[in-house]
């Protein structure tokens, strides 16, 4: 099978297209085809080497996988050949999904939504497992609060918003003026355009001075350290970034805050949640550009570049797709 090996960690050159043995699915494991895969910050943060001593080289690297079951092993009951699923792949922990084929335990792969093209499925797994975690399980947003969603044009952030307006919460994201459009069509009430406006001013004036129940930060920087001028008392801070610069929480304790840190875990579970959304017409993952297999390091360049032009997720064509092309 062909296969993208990063062979060094480094720019966006060090992946190879290579032909590799196709993997054989062992007790409890599947074995994919792949049609479609995805590019997430995750992805060049593991490319570059963020992550070294958790990625031993050369290695397939990759987190989104929507495809169809090639065959099975012993034990496995949930899933036949024929079978369209999608997952994330467990990080860390093996081959990723840069790659025809993709083996992967039972109990983290769930059946594709019937709505949803390979390329959408494929950009909806990792980003909309990260933000069912950080909304429902970790910040337990409810019905009637408020959540301040930072980069809400993004992979996650458009997922987020669509989430939180299912809950039935009110969305106030960050964006800039050419994404704002787009945020309200994903369900944004409230937008702010960073570029001309504080967000923690534009926060206070909309809510009277009381804040926002839920921060989301998917950004990083001082997010952690200005969320709770923004927030509400007892409110709460969720974060998907792995922010390495001290933060100073002080002004959290007068609001009595809690934080959260999120690094998503797979299961089955989440992926069948989010699919109900699908099926009900609340989800729906934008794909904003395709890419093909053979082009994985310029689609990492271009997610990686500062205001690429890209609103919600790039995706990979690992099978011939239509569209695919930079």
């Known amino acids: 099978m062909k296969a993208q090996i990063l062979k060094s960690f480094g720019s966006p050159d060090s992946f190879e297209l290579c032909e590799v043995p196709k993997p054989v699915p062992h007790t409890g494991q599947v074995l994919v085809r792949v049609h479609a895969t995805s590019i997430n910050p995750l992805d060049y943060q593991v490319r570059r080497g963020d992550y070294a001593d958790l990625v031993p080289l050369p290695a397939i690297t990759g987190h989104d996988v929507s495809g ?7 034990g496995v009951t949930n899933f036949a050949p024929g079978d369209e699923v999608w997952y994330t792949p467990q990080i860390f922990d093996g081959p990723g999904s840069y790659a025809e084929y993709h083996v992967a335990a039972e109990n983290i792969v769930a059946k594709k939504p019937l709505s949803l093209s390979h390329l959408e499925a494929a950009s909806l797994s990792l980003v909309g497992g990260t933000a069912w975690e950080a909304l429902t399980v970790r910040a337990a947003l409810r019905v009637g609060e408020s959540i301040l969603i930072h980069g809400g044009a993004g992979g996650v952030g458009h997922v987020a918003i669509q989430l939180a307006k299912a809950i039935g919460a009110k969305v106030f994201t960050t964006v800039r003026e050419a994404n704002a459009e787009f945020v309200k069509r994903m369900g944004a009430d409230v937008i702010i355009d960073y570029e001309k406006e504080d967000y923690v001013d534009a926060i206070m004036r909309e809510t009277a001075g009381r804040g926002v129940d839920v921060v989301f930060d998917t950004l990083g920087g001082n997010t952690l350290s200005r969320s709770p001028d923004a927030l ?19 002004q959290a304790w007068g609001k009595n805050a809690s934080y959260h840190f999120v690094f998503t875990r797979q299961n089955r579970g989440k992926l069948d949640e989010l699919s109900s959304l699908v099926v009900q017409g609340q989800l729906r993952p934008h794909v904003g550009a395709v890419y093909a297999l053979a082009d994985i390091g310029l689609a990492h360049a271009r997610l990686e570049s500062r205001n690429n032009g890209v609103q919600g997720k790039i995706a990979i064509a690992v099978a011939p797709i239509e569209g695919a092309t930079p």
């Open 68 to 74: 169809v079951v090639e065959a099975i092993g012993p």
């Open 232 to 250: 509400a008392q007892m409110g709460r801070v969720v974060s998907i970034v792995d922010i390495s610069q001290p933060q100073n929480l002080v």
